[in-house]
């Protein structure tokens, strides 16, 4: 178990330093886009921690999707958990998206939020889910029921995420296309996709290193909790 | 707001936000396993 509390710490850890090496590397070595194709080239570089937080959020709401899933199958202990560090990573690389995502807009569409682009407000309903979930989680009181309804809307939220993700195929609006992937769209510089692929690395290692530790401190808080209950058991008997 | 002032405000706001979340995440596992440690290894003992 410290093996793997540790494991988690320094992947964290590595994962952040490889975060902020990115954005050092999205300012200064990064090539400028071509000025006569957007309004603000120079604000494109967000587009090196956007693309990271958007798809480690995905990820994260894959993971709440597998715990609700095996909560329902088998009212496992892991799967509960699962939904606690899926929700809350969800939340924190979905609010980076969502914080990221509106301060390019008003600097290159001129407006920080698009009401007619599907993609935007899926995935602002996501995130909106993943607020919910964290907030649910540390006010009700934990119990079968609480389980049961907060598991049943991580399914729900589930289905938003291949929505989302197809979105700007689908019905692209005003949001750029798909860049990871290759497409006859993103047609991007080497060194773009390199910086990008290492920003991608970086967040999956802090994302890796947050599932451990959140999942971690989870476990002391539910033996705790154990603890507690048995010497009141003791106690009353 | 210029391109390049809406990048490093973006960057700072984000450096903040994830590195306090870690740092908080960190220090809550820290201050845990060291009050539950060894309250557990007496236990076992």
Sequence with gaps: MDVIKKIGVNLTLLGLLGAYFTAILGFFWAPSVDPDQWNAPEAYRIVYWHVPFAWTSFLAFCLLFIGSASWYVSRSETGWRLINVGSELGLLFGAGVIISGPIWGSVEWGVPWDWGDVRLNTYALLTALAIFLVMALRSQPDGEGTRDTLAAIGLFGFVLVPITAIATTLWRDRHPGLVIVDSEDSGIDPEIRLILMLGTISFMAIFIGLTIVIDSIHRIKSEIEQQNISKDRVGLT | ?45
Excluded: D, H, N, Q
Excluded at chain 2, 25 to 32: E, G, H, N, R
């Design chain 2, 1 to 45: 707001m210029t391109g390049i002032y809406a990048a490093v405000s973006t960057y700072a706001i984000l450096s903040v936000m994830i590195g306090v979340y870690i740092y908080l995440k960190l220090t809550s596992l820290a201050k845990l396993t060291s009050e539950f440690e060894p309250i557990k290894r007496i236990e076992e003992e």
